[in-house]
Nanobody, 122 residues
Framework: EVPIVESGGGFIQAGGSLRLSCKTSGFTFDDYSIGWFRQAPGKEREGISCISNKDGTIYYADSVKGRFTISSDSAKNTAYLQMNSLKPEDTALYYC???????????????WGQGTQVTVSS
């Protein structure tokens, strides 16, 4: 069973919205932090938003602050990333990960999904 599966990506025009989902299984959701990362072509993967399922601590990168909202639903073992006012520079492969702390550092995350593509046209 794959521990993390992302969904919700797609092709959208600038200014539009998408909601990504991160369905988890095989571990205790409430004990972990969930991080959303993205990797654009030719660029390194970057952490854009994280949430602690223990205490609700949330992090946003400056590039998405005010436009993206992270949330999690313990009853569904699922986290979400609501993305509004999308820009062409948001185009990337978006990954969900589960790990030890709500920090935008890959080293803290042990479980990773396969990613979901988001493409924003101008």
């Amino acid at each position: 069973e794959v521990p993390i599966v992302e969904s919700g990506g797609g092709f959208i025009q600038a200014g539009g919205s998408l909601r990504l989902s991160c369905k988890t299984s095989g571990f205790t959701f409430d004990d972990y932090s969930i991080g959303w990362f993205r990797q654009a072509p030719g660029k390194e993967r970057e952490g854009i938003s994280c949430i602690s399922n223990k205490d609700g601590t949330i992090y946003y990168a400056d590039s998405v602050k005010g436009r993206f909202t992270i949330s999690s639903d313990s009853a569904k073992n699922t986290a979400y990333l609501q993305m509004n006012s999308l820009k062409p520079e948001d185009t990337a492969l978006y990954y969900c990960a589960a790990g030890a702390a709500p920090l935008p550092d890959e080293d803290y995350y042990g479980y990773w999904g396969q990613g979901t593509q988001v493409t924003v046209s101008s």
